[in-house]
């Protein structure tokens, strides 16, 4: 491919993932009508708030940390052909463990505990993801049923600890105690939210933009999930892949699950990963960075800035915050039909002839 | 362990049954056809939204189920335009379909300023649960069989009658070519794509008359997380059964019956309760990986993708 056909292409995949984006903004637009709301204004309201000032972008990109960690963990799945929809379950999981840890563990200092309570959480996000993994690898068992049914297990379990075992009796509501304070990384700048997790989170995308374009691994992903029968007949050994792929996912998730936990919730509650839950946003960021790690750092920086703009509307106007889930659906939806406008190819031995006549209709007949 | 509670649990396992049975059964056409419908779960939650919607504004409940499936008609629709017209990725329009559902609900309820559709009011004059005369006064069978909801009936001669339709109709047989090779269904000349909406459609509605039954007459008030992931037990049993009719109906039952063991052994047990609730989705990881080992021994690695 030459730069001039990849630049093409990359023009097509841009306008592909936009269009999905302006017809759910579209539909999202009538669900704000029927909460008795002027669309142009709420959309307004949403991305000024959360994107034109200093104070917003930080907060933005506070949010964007987690996003980029789960969008990689399906993208790096997905793109191998493997459906890991246990990401949920494993940020949920790993959330749970470090806020518990950072509590018991409170008295080391910052600059230990920080870090250990980030590999925990990798430790968590792998170990539970561990049982879909084999049973995928060893007995071929559907991983995306696996994956879902799973998270419901994992949820139930958690609630369970959480309303009885690991309560804070101090607490008004169902919750973990609160972390220590030398769980909580510190802020880059004094005033705003972003934390060094955020710092971990571009370090690790970065290691892994280098494996997924430059390493053998990341060609094989590739070479998995375009076709797996070509791939296992070329040698690759699939098993050992897959054990690879659905654990990296499973520690992505993971990280994800204990930054979100030791920079934004300080204890475990309930509604930890919010509405729908970190591990799907992950599911619409890969999809609309269509699996590529720019494409999915733009991606988790977007739907950041339409996450704290829809808390942003919620506040200011009677639309409630959830229209974010459904601005996320839509946009999910429409992903799913992958192209809208396709590249036109020059086919060889194509008469050229009707198509120059065609481009001079536009350029006033003059040849 | 008395006999009052044996009954008490097989009568919940086929009350949990119905549900799972109706979804399970409709699903199993769209696997049959080749399409992959990971949004069950959605169906039926859109259907359980519609019908407790109409039914809290119209209080009929015949209007209620008409509601809930023309919801089931038009997701159906939706999902079989993106994926089969459109030729989009399946497993993620399923996917965006369970999200539109909790995400409808969701924003309906807030909307409304409410955690819930409570049509408890509007249905209390109305007897959702029937007698059978003479099998009632059966010993131990009858207090099991007798006083369910009509769709739990249903469900259970829907068995019979899709599995008929699946091996006895030429619409089955269209079905089945088209999911074995689409090649060989387009030289003799069938319709793929029709056959295709059509088996999608068949799996939405009765989705959505599974949201109906567990909203309206389970629960009595629409949630937005009502379904409990009730579309993926069923999704587990057409994997488990292989898109069969009758096996697939033994899977959703054995998946019923250990639900409503985990639910009764809850009543009993105090705080650990909630721990219970984990047993039926453990269970059918079980279940599915004992069935892919067997399934598998022969095959496997070489075309696992083509499932």
């Known amino acids: 491919m030459d730069r001039k056909e990849k630049l093409n292409s990359l023009k097509y995949s841009i306008i592909n993932s936009i269009i999905p984006i302006l017809i759910a903004f579209g539909i999202g637009a009538i669900a704000i009508i029927l909460a008795k709301e002027n669309p142009l204004s709420a959309y307004g309201t949403l991305f000024y708030r959360s994107l034109f000032n200093i104070k917003g972008i930080f907060n933005t990109l506070h949010f964007a940390g987690p996003l980029i960690l789960t969008g990689l963990a399906i993208a790096i799945s997905f793109k191998a052909g493997l459906f890991n929809m246990g990401i949920e379950g494993q940020l949920l999981s790993a959330g749970f463990v470090v806020a518990v840890m950072g509590n018991v563990w409170g008295e080391l200092p910052k600059t230990v505990l920080v870090p250990l309570l980030l590999v925990v959480g990798v430790l968590v996000g792998v170990i539970v993801a561990i049982i879909p993994t084999m049973l995928k690898a060893f007995y071929n068992v559907n991983e995306m049923v696996v994956?879902?049914?799973?998270?419901?297990?994992?949820?139930?379990?958690?609630?369970?600890?959480?309303?009885?075992?690991?309560?804070?009796?101090?607490?008004?509501?169902?919750?973990?105690?609160?972390?220590?304070?030398?769980?909580?990384?510190?802020?880059?700048?004094?005033?705003?939210?972003?934390?060094?997790?955020?710092?971990?989170?571009?370090?690790v995308y970065v290691i892994f933009y280098f494996i997924m374009k430059?390493?053998?691994?990341?060609?094989?992903?590739?070479?998995?999930?375009?076709?797996?029968?070509?791939?296992?007949?070329?040698?690759?050994?699939?098993?050992?892949?897959?054990?690879?792929?659905?654990?990296?996912?499973?520690?992505?998730?993971?990280?994800?699950?204990?930054?979100?936990?030791?920079?934004?919730?300080?204890?475990?509650?309930?509604?930890?990963?919010?509405?729908?839950?970190?591990?799907?946003?992950?599911?619409?960021?890969?999809?609309?960075?269509?699996?590529?790690?720019?494409?999915?750092?733009?991606?988790?920086?977007?739907?950041?800035?339409?996450?704290?703009?829809?808390?942003?509307?919620?506040?200011?106007t009677s639309v409630p915050y959830e229209i974010v889930i459904l601005l996320q659906a839509l946009i999910v939806l429409f992903l799913s039909l992958k192209v809208f406008v396709k590249p036109k190819e020059l086919k060889l031995g194509e008469p050229s002839v009707p198509k120059k006549r065609f481009k001079n209709l536009f350029k006033g007949g003059k040849e | 362990m008395n006999l009052d509670f044996i009954i008490k649990v097989f009568s919940d396992s086929l009350y949990f049954t119905g549900p799972i049975l109706l979804v399970s059964l409709g699903g199993l056409f769209a696997y049959k056809a080749g399409v992959v419908n990971i949004g069950l779960d959605g169906m039926m939650g859109i259907g359980a939204l519609a019908s407790a919607l109409v039914l809290f504004y119209t209080g009929n409940w015949?209007?209620?189920?008409?509601?809930?499936?023309?919801?089931?008609?038009?997701?159906?629709?939706?999902?079989?335009?993106?994926?089969?017209?459109?030729?989009?990725?399946?497993?993620?329009?399923?996917?965006?379909?369970?999200?539109?559902?909790?995400?409808?609900?969701?924003?309906?309820?807030?909307?409304e300023g409410r955690t819930d559709i409570n049509v408890i009011g509007t249905i209390s004059n109305l007897n959702t649960r029937i007698e059978i005369p003479l099998i009632k006064d059966i010993p131990i069978l009858g207090p099991i069989i007798s006083n369910q909801t009509p769709l739990v009936y249903i469900s259970f001669i829907l068995i019979f009658v899709l599995s008929f339709v699946i091996y006895k109709t030429k619409?089955?047989?269209?079905?089945?070519?088209?999911?074995?090779?689409?090649?060989?269904?387009?030289?003799?000349?069938?319709?793929?794509?029709?056959?295709?909406?059509?088996?999608?459609?068949?799996?939405?509605?009765?989705?959505?008359?599974?949201?109906?039954?567990?909203?309206?007459?389970?629960?009595?008030?629409?949630?937005?997380?009502?379904?409990a992931g009730i579309g993926f037990i069923a999704l587990a049993a057409i994997y488990c059964g292989d898109g069969k009719p009758k096996t697939v109906a033994i899977y959703a039952i054995l998946f019923g019956l250990t639900r409503s063991l985990a639910t009764n052994l809850a009543i009993r047990i105090g705080s650990i309760a909630g721990l219970l609730q984990i047993i039926p989705y453990l269970m059918i990881v079980i279940v599915l990986t004992t069935v892919a080992i067997i399934n598998h021994r022969k095959s496997l690695y070489r075309g696992f993708l083509d499932e």
């Not at chain 1, 220590?180 to 989170?201: H, M, W």
């Not at chain 1, 991606?299 to 339409?306: Q, R, T």
């Not at chain 2, 015949?62 to 509601?67: F, K, N, S, T």
């Open chain 1, 147 to 203: 994956t879902l049914l799973l998270n419901y297990a994992i949820i139930h379990i958690l609630q369970y600890l959480t309303e009885n075992t690991f309560r804070d009796p101090s607490s008004g509501y169902v919750s973990t105690p609160r972390i220590s304070s030398n769980a909580i990384p510190s802020r880059i700048f004094e005033d705003y939210r972003l934390t060094t997790f955020f710092i971990v989170a571009i370090v």
């Open chain 2, 171 to 227: 619409f089955g047989t269209y079905v089945r070519v088209v999911g074995e090779s689409e090649e060989a269904a387009k030289s003799v000349g069938i319709n793929i794509n029709k056959i295709k909406y059509l088996a999608v459609i068949i799996g939405a509605v009765l989705a959505a008359l599974a949201g109906y039954e567990v909203a309206i007459n389970q629960l009595n008030a629409y949630t937005a997380d009502i379904t």
């Open chain 1, 214 to 316: 430059r390493s053998k691994l990341g060609f094989e992903i590739t070479a998995l999930g375009q076709n797996r029968n070509f791939a296992e007949a070329t040698g690759m050994r699939i098993q050992k892949k897959i054990i690879i792929i659905m654990l990296a996912s499973g520690a992505l998730a993971g990280l994800a699950g204990a930054g979100w936990m030791m920079s934004e919730k300080y204890a475990y509650t309930l509604s930890f990963s919010g509405i729908p839950g970190l591990g799907w946003d992950g599911m619409l960021i890969a999809l609309l960075g269509s699996h590529s790690p720019i494409g999915i750092l733009i991606a988790a920086v977007f739907y950041a800035v339409v996450k704290t703009g829809s808390s942003n509307i919620a506040i200011f």
């Open chain 2, 62 to 111: 015949l209007i209620a189920i008409i509601g809930g499936i023309i919801s089931g008609v038009l997701i159906g629709l939706l999902f079989s335009f993106f994926g089969v017209t459109k030729k989009a990725n399946f497993i993620i329009t399923g996917f965006a379909i369970n999200l539109l559902s909790t995400a409808l609900g969701k924003y309906v309820l807030a909307l």
